[in-house]
């Protein structure tokens, strides 16, 4: 017995020193003579980075890490002091949107009405007749000046219809909450001042009842579902390969931007089959995670059969479904417990009935989904809350269930504690924040504003779990701009927003990476640069949890790693 105790001491001290000792296992890539902020307790900030096998191998000191290193099998990348950082992992944005996005009109920084009809009117001279004009980003809040005739700030389709009179024109709001049509793609669709508001939307009006172009929330697929009706009716394998193109932008644009994991706020189940696919083929180098956004009755056909975890080596990921009950502050849709203060006729939509968000809760936790829904208004976030404490009530076994509440932009002070004794994820994105603020406080007035708009400290106080991302193609992907202004807080003219409830650098970096993979279940493998963790790593131009705030969005991404491999570089 006493030999058979010897001998497996010997096996065992024989395997310890192959793992620990002279044996240590060799980098394919060092990461050295850096400011490597690993956001892991344990290391802190580091050198340097050894990886291996697409996963982190080793941090440490520049000198430590040498072990590590086999020439001349191992790539020595010497980061000449510049900051790397956990990959940025975007919480809440839209892939596809993000490559539809890309190849159409952009209209996020036009500087007013005048134009939008100007970029409009030369892309009907290079249009045949009878193609849709598409484009997205405009914002009424954020122009130079006033549309003439505008109604509730909105411009009317005249000067947009004379233009284009022989080609629908389909222009949507940055919020995703509006759009603007023009007369001819209001003609194709039947809309004409008897038709009707469709439950939660709303076609604003002139004063004769004739529609002015602007579609509020569910409306807008009254005139749009006539694009959509033409574009399925394609054969399926064009209908593939369009969505393959905007789906390899969007890789492109993400990676390029820093962001090596997106989760995906809502996307069908017909599209997912395309994702899978590109996943299978690696043809995407972006980590993905998706909500599926469908009808309830295709929910309960197809969830069970659909759930996927860190497939396709970890770059895939389906495991939460994605409604909304109300709409955005811009076009006044955002769904509130008091009227607006410069509408105060309205207290916004409800786009979804509480019924059928609380039959999707149910089919969600039968299947072991995490649930997500958007809600910006105040009314929103507290029927979403009551939605989420009654579901529980009914799993007392479960304790970790991590549902999201998606934006959560205004909150009553009486429900912001809410967040953290349930256990809800407050997903919000930082640049939202400064770019909605110019309307907030009319839209709300200053008591309502300063109670609960962008509370992330109250929020954070209570205990709550808070994410950052951009709501891409609402804003920009780049997390950089996004991280300002969740530091920053402060507008295009200067003014701060409520500046107490700013994130510090610290803060504002453990939300864009080790929050969000909390925010997914996935902090075992993503979210800080631990050993044994994927080797999903930024590295940037400038430090930005140093630099002077006004400076922070000059740092531009130089590599952009996932699993350790360099997907992108930035160009000399």
Known sequence: MLQLRTACLAISLSLSAGLLGA?????????????????????GTVEALAIANGRILAVGSSVDLQKYVDDPMTEIIDLGGKLAVPGFIEGHGHFAGLGDSLRILNLASVNNWEEVIAMVEAAVAAAAPGEWILGRGWHQEKWDHAPLEAIEGFPTHDSLSKVSPNNPVSLTHASGHAAFFNAKAMEMAGVDKETEDPPGGEILKNAAGEPIGVFRERAQHLVRGVHQAAQLRRSAADQEEDLRLSLELADQECLSKGVTSFQDAGTPFSTLDVVKKMTAEGALGTRLWFMIRDSNDKLARNLAKYRTIGA???????????????????????????????????????????????????????????VCVHAIGDRANREVLDIFEA????????????????????????????FAQLGVVAS????????????????L?????????????????????????????????????SFQATVARRMKDGRLFYPEQRMSRMEALQSYTINAAKAAFEEHIKGSLSPGKLADIVVLSEDIMTVPEEEITNAKVLYTMVGGKVLYKASN
């Open 23 to 43: 044996q240590d296992p060799k980098a394919e890539i060092l990461l050295t003579n850096g400011k490597i902020v690993t956001l892991d307790p344990a290391h």
């Open 391 to 418: 579901a529980f009530a009914k799993m007392p076994g479960k304790t970790d269930l991590r549902w999201r509440i998606e934006h959560a932009q205004h909150i009553s002070a009486v429900d912001i504690p809410r």
């Open 445 to 481: 007035g200053e008591e309502r504003a300063e109670e609960g708009a962008y509370v992330w400290q109250k929020l954070m106080a209570s205990g709550a779990l808070v994410t950052n991302g951009t709501d891409a193609p609402v804003e920009d992907v780049d997390p950089i701009a």
């Open 312 to 370: 396709d080596n970890d770059h895939l990921t389906i495991r939460a479904v994605k409604r909304t009950i109300d709409g955005a502050l811009g076009p006044r849709g955002a769904w509130l417990l008091e009227p607006y203060s410069d509408s105060p006729e309205s207290t916004g939509l409800a786009t979804a009935t509480v019924e059928s968000v609380t039959e999707t809760a149910r089919l969600a936790a039968e299947n072991d989904y995490q």
């Open 428 to 443: 919000m994105q930082g640049i939202h924040c400064t770019s909605d603020a110019p309307y907030v406080v009319p839209r």
